[in-house]
């Protein structure tokens, strides 16, 4: 079956722009993930979706969102970009949640802010 | 809040050699610990994870084992290989609970195996 599809894969914004992302999940999977990565971070934790409702939320200002679709298909923005905002971001899909199995993650947008 | 440190940063051995990652998680509550591979320009992947319930876990060259005293869990590399060369992610979460089971990740590991 299809993996986990994320659009686009990369983008190049400027500061105080927005940009959207989207998501993709494997087939059947409620529960949708998102993470930035940066060099020397690791994965930080943004939020998840599960069955539409965001489950958590991680540490990161409201500039921040995102929401789901009643096809799991989620999608996050960025309002107002800062340099900082620079990062691949990941999303990953999981049968009953990301505390409870495996994660399938998609390649990443690769978000540069100029 | 919950958090996972994860040392070393960076790690060199030479081919045949074993690694050795650790972890230590903050969140006592924790009882899921994943451990994902993520070699260079690819999405990361599973590749062994253990629940509380058990001390160690292992598959083929590849081990895990847990403290839940001291909060720790490490992963174990035997007979390593150029293969294996990649950015190692731990991460710990509260399995029980779905609204507060954050899967939370580690700094990563660079792994390099020198032949």
């Known amino acids: 079956k299809a993996g986990v599809t994320q659009t686009p894969r990369y983008l190049i914004k400027t500061r105080g722009q927005q940009v959207t992302l989207s998501c993709s999940p494997i087939?059947?999977?409620?529960?949708v993930s998102w993470y930035q990565q940066t060099p020397g971070q690791g994965l930080q934790f943004l939020f998840e979706?599960?069955?539409?409702?965001?489950?958590n939320k991680g540490n990161f200002p409201g500039r921040f969102s995102g929401r789901q679709f009643s096809n799991s298909r989620s999608e996050m923005n960025v309002s107002t970009l800062e340099l900082g905002d620079s990062a691949l971001y990941l999303c990953?899909?999981?049968?009953?949640?990301?505390?409870?199995?495996?994660?399938?993650f998609g390649e990443g947008s690769r978000l540069t802010v100029l | 809040g919950e958090n996972v440190e994860q040392h070393p940063s960076t790690l060199s051995v030479q081919e045949g050699d074993s690694a050795v990652i650790k972890c230590t998680y903050s969140d006592s509550a924790s009882n899921y610990f994943p451990w994902y591979k993520q070699e260079l320009g690819k999405r990361p992947q599973l590749i062994i994870d253990?629940?509380?319930?058990?001390g160690e876990k292992k598959d083929q060259r590849i081990a895990v084992t847990l403290n839940k005293t001291a909060k720790h869990f490490s992963l174990h590399i035997t007979e390593t290989q150029p293969e294996d060369s990649a950015v190692y992610f731990c991460?710990?979460?509260?399995?029980?609970?779905?609204?507060?089971?954050?899967?939370?990740f580690g700094q990563g590991t660079t792994l390099q195996v020198k032949p």
């Open positions: 253990i629940r509380s319930n058990v």
């Open positions: 087939s059947g999977h409620r529960s």
């Open positions: 990953a899909s999981s049968l009953r949640g990301a505390n409870t199995g495996e994660l399938f």
């Open positions: 991460a710990a979460s509260n399995q029980g609970s779905s609204n507060t089971g954050k899967l939370i």
């Open positions: 979706y599960f069955s539409e409702t965001q489950r």
